[in-house]
């Protein structure tokens, strides 16, 4: 099983933009599903992005246009750029990696956008 460690989240302004990375271990990482997904305070987790084993890529409504999901196979990684943050784009931000079963969870990074 794939296991997922995030980083690169941060405080940033509104408008502004982070990238997130999340290294992925394991010899089968090129297999995987992988996906980031977020949870406000007071809200349920929810899906952001995922990319597909073949490359194809899937956005929520919220961060189509802003959001970009892309994986380098070669180094186990898997990217999140945000562009034009949003305040309510504040959440812990976590990497999702599946093939079969429930997959794997990183422990989380934090994003917060003041306004």
């Known amino acids: 099983q794939v296991q997922v460690v995030e980083s690169g989240g941060g405080l940033v302004q509104a408008g502004g933009s982070l990238r997130l990375s999340c290294a992925a271990s394991?010899?089968?990482?090129?297999?995987?599903?992988m996906g980031w997904f977020r949870q406000a305070p007071g809200h349920q987790r929810e899906l952001v992005a995922y990319?597909?084993?073949?490359?194809?890529?899937n956005y929520a409504d919220s961060v189509k246009g802003r959001f970009t999901i892309s994986r380098d196979n070669a180094l186990n990684t898997v990217l999140l750029q945000m562009n034009s943050l949003r305040p309510e784009d504040t959440a812990i931000y976590y990497c999702?990696?599946?093939?079969?079963?429930?997959?794997?969870w990183g422990q989380g990074t934090q994003v917060t956008v003041s306004s």
């Open positions: 394991g010899r089968t990482f090129s297999s995987y599903t």
């Open positions: 999702h990696a599946r093939n079969v079963g429930p997959g794997s």
């Open positions: 990319i597909t084993s073949d490359g194809s890529t």
